[in-house]
């Protein structure tokens, strides 16, 4: 069982590139997100997913844009990359919500992003 | 918005010994859930553990159990006979669950666990 898988692992950038971030997952989760961890800050939502369709924008959306056309995908799309979008990266998603552990996040193993 | 506090920023802790990590939080709400993540040098964010907000009884799973307050919006985290496997980050964790929850999680920044052979 793969769980979440993303990829790249590792990505330099230059600014003003474009590229997208991987993430699939095979637990059939109707819930996937978007976090970035920069150092000392913890994690920061970016964009979530309720179900393929359906997106919206969490705490820290700005240059970033999201797209599900499965129940599988969730990529993560940077256009114009800027040094300030140097992060790593993590994807996660969940069954749902509420008690017996459906709203317990599975996350990936996250992408180092450098944008110079 | 709900917020999460961590206020230790690093921690250190002799193996076999007993450590408490502290978490507070702000929220209006009385429906939600609290974790503890647990982020090794691989990154990888591994659930540690789980509570509920409308059960009393705090949550414990082998070494790791945890001190939920929930009048004074406490969450705090013992770890038991610390392992050197148990260095890592740990992060707290809420998630709300009116409206559906599917918002996700709101986290602290952390606090870095040292074990000490």
């Known amino acids: 069982n793969a769980g979440v898988t993303q990829t790249p692992k590792f990505r330099i950038l230059k600014i003003g590139q474009s590229m997208t971030l991987q993430c699939t997952q095979d637990?059939?989760?109707?819930?996937m997100y978007w976090y970035r961890q920069d150092p000392g800050m913890g994690l920061k939502l970016i964009y979530y997913s309720v179900g393929a369709g359906i997106t919206d924008k969490g705490e820290v959306p700005n240059g970033y844009n999201v797209s599900r056309s499965t129940t599988e995908d969730f990529p993560l799309r940077l256009e114009l990359a800027a040094p300030s979008q140097t992060s790593v990266y993590f994807c996660?998603?969940?069954?749902?919500?509420?008690?017996?552990?459906?709203?317990?996040?599975?996350f990936g193993a996250g992408s180092r992003l450098t944008v110079l | 918005a709900q917020t999460v506090t961590q206020s230790q920023p690093e921690m250190s802790v002799q193996e076999a010994e007993t450590v408490t990590l502290s978490c507070t939080y702000d929220?209006?709400?009385?429906?939600?859930?609290l974790f503890w993540y647990k982020q090794p040098p691989s990154r990888q964010m591994i659930l540690v553990i789980r509570?509920?907000?409308?059960?009393?009884q705090n949550a414990t799973e082998n070494r790791f159990s945890v001190n939920f307050q929930k009048a004074a919006k406490s969450f705090s985290l013992k770890i038991s006979d610390s392992q050197l496997g148990d260095a890592a980050m740990y992060f707290c964790a809420y998630r709300s669950e009116s409206g559906g929850g599917a918002d996700g999680l709101t986290f602290g920044k952390g606090t870095h666990l040292i074990i000490q052979p």
């Open positions: 996660a998603s969940s069954a749902g919500t509420g008690s017996s552990g459906a709203n317990v996040l599975t």
């Open positions: 929220t209006s709400e009385s429906d939600y859930y």
């Open positions: 509570q509920e907000a409308y059960k009393q």
């Open positions: 637990m059939n989760h109707n819930y």
